[in-house]
């Protein structure tokens, strides 16, 4: 794990917030993270004690007062998804009824977040409805990083902060002293994300049109933008089961990119994952700790960075009432 602080987090203690104390709890998602995070503060975790009735029913018992605090809850609702959502809506429920003074849900990496439309008819938009229940359980606020759609971010009634681990993914690459750098957007989805990294390291932009026949299947129909001889940068918001990044590195190379670095802020990978991005053409697959990933999941080609620094700063910031957009520039 590669921890690069981009920003430096000041939190002295001296309470001027109208929300009272910084208090920080957490699920039990992506417990790294959250220690991280705790340390990048200088505060320490409260005990939700969450814990499992014998039919898997979920419990939590708050261990400290919460009562009149500036309370930031954090939970990525990742894998096991629907247990990590529901572990998040009860421990909002617990905090509301705790009488904390404001409620902010740090939630790194959005599960459903690729449902947000209804792309055949009688389709759910289940990032509407997970958006939906948050609120209701008592969310005041939410602390996001890199959703899959920018348009999520209005799914909510209450403010919301969004996050990007851009510049951390590209202070990486800057550092990997690549030439001739092209920066690719694997579908038209992420042609957004990929300008925007392409701007971070002034370098012109290649378009990948993709198709995907079936869920786990994936069909490179175009590109468009100048790859020969170039270090191509692939652009990600997910890594699922690496069928993107696979065909897309090849493609690449069979248009004769120099090297092919993808940089994809959450690395959700699925069974089988890991092991067809080994096999792929890659040189290297750079990701953040927004969902944990296991041991024997990390080492070539997989460079983990930590986003815990941004996300402390971000919650700095909103406990002092500071802008937050001011990261971005
Ligand atoms: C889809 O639109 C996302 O941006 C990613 O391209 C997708 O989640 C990658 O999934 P997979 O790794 O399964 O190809």
Known sequence: MIGRPLTTVEYTNEDTSPWGDLKLIAGTANPGLTERISKEIGVP????????????EIDVKIQDSMRGHDVFLIQPTCYPVNESLMELFILLDAL??????????????????????????????SAKLMANFMTLAGADRVLLLDLHADAIEGFFDVPTDHLTAHKILAAHIRGRHMDRIAVVAPDAGGAKRAEHMARLLGAPL???????????????????????????????????????????????????ARRVI?????????????????????????????????????????????????????????????SVSELFR
């Open 45 to 56: 975790l409260t005990d939700p004690r969450v814990r499992r009735f014998p039919d898997g």
């Open 96 to 125: 509301r009824r705790a009488s904390a003074g404001r409620i902010t849900a740090v939630v790194p990496y959005f599960g459903y977040a690729r449902k947000e439309r209804k792309s055949q008819p009688r389709e759910p938009i």
């Open 206 to 256: 290649v378009f990948v049109y993709k198709r995907r026949p079936e869920d786990d299947a994936v069909e490179i129909l175009d590109m468009a933008g100048e790859v020969l001889g170039r270090d191509c940068v692939v652009v990600e918001d997910i890594i699922s089961t690496g069928g993107t990044m696979v065909e897309v590195a090849t493609s690449l190379r069979e248009h004769g």
């Open 262 to 322: 993808i940089a994809c802020t959450h690395a959700v990978l699925a069974p089988g994952a890991v092991e067809r991005l080994r096999r792929a053409p890659v040189d290297e697959v750079v990701v953040t700790d927004s969902v944990p990933i296991p041991e024997e999941k990390q080492g070539p080609p997989i460079t983990v960075l930590s986003v815990a620094p941004l996300l402390a700063e971000a919650i700095v910031r909103v406990h002092e009432n500071r």
